[in-house]
């Protein structure tokens, strides 16, 4: 099983470009989620999504958009790269049937917006 | 407003010691404190969840306790070793409505040998 997936790995956008950042599980967890990592900000919730076919925003929602494809896929999307998204955003997913769960992340996307 | 604190300032400790790491929250009262580990160019991954009805949790050389009154947890790594060198983020429910955790910013582990 290869957990969660992200792709790209690395990416090199110029401001104004968009970009869609792809999630993927094999673990059948019903919430997934997005985070951005800074440097002394700790991880910031984006989007969320608690069950397929549904998805709210998190505390930084603005500049993104995402799509739950399926129970599986979740993307995230920059229609207008800013310099300000320059960060590594992480995909996260849980079981999504309780508080307090565990979550399990991928490794993560290093984005550079110039 | 809900915050949550974690020492930014790198802690370096000899190989062997107990290293201590602080979680400190403000403003609301989570019913469980999740302790993650992430290394350079990697996600976080979880270690241990504690709710707020106990007062320690110990896995292996791991020990998390929980203070509600003071707001605080603590994790230590007991015999640490240089492969635990890291950063180790914590993780509360804060209450907001979403089945979403809130992380510290995270402290960076150095264990020389």
């Known amino acids: 099983n290869a957990g969660v997936t992200q792709t790209p790995k690395f990416q090199v956008l110029k401001t104004g470009q968009s970009m869609t950042l792809q999630c993927a599980q094999d673990?059948?967890?019903?919430?997934m989620y997005w985070y951005r990592q800074d440097p002394g900000m700790g991880l910031r919730l984006i989007y969320y999504?608690?069950?397929?076919?549904?998805?709210d925003k998190g505390e930084v929602p603005n500049g993104y958009n995402v799509s739950r494809l399926n129970k599986r896929e979740f993307s995230l999307r920059l229609e207008s790269a800013a310099p300000s998204q320059t960060s590594v955003y992480f995909c996260?997913?849980?079981?999504?049937?309780?508080?307090?769960?565990?979550?399990?992340f991928g490794p993560g996307t290093r984005l550079l917006v110039l | 407003s809900q915050k949550i604190e974690q020492n930014s300032e790198a802690l370096n400790i000899q190989e062997g010691k107990t290293a201590t790491l602080t979680c400190n929250y403000t403003?609301?009262?989570?019913?469980?404190l999740q302790w993650y580990r992430q290394d350079p160019g990697r996600g976080p991954v979880f270690l241990l969840l504690?709710?707020?009805?106990?007062k320690e949790k110990r896995k292996e050389r791991l020990k998390v306790t929980f203070d509600t009154t003071l707001k605080q947890s603590l994790f230590h790594i007991t015999a640490s070793q240089p492969a635990d060198s890291a950063t180790y983020l914590c993780?509360?429910?804060?209450?907001?409505?979403?089945?979403?955790?809130?992380f510290g910013s995270g402290t960076r582990l150095q264990v020389q040998p």
């Open positions: 996260a997913t849980n079981v999504g049937l309780a508080d307090g769960e565990t979550q399990y």
């Open positions: 673990m059948n967890h019903n919430s």
């Open positions: 999504s608690a069950s397929e076919g549904t998805t």
């Open positions: 403003n609301y009262s989570p019913a469980y």
């Open positions: 504690i709710r707020e009805n106990e």
């Open positions: 993780a509360l429910d804060m209450n907001t409505g979403r089945r979403a955790l809130t």
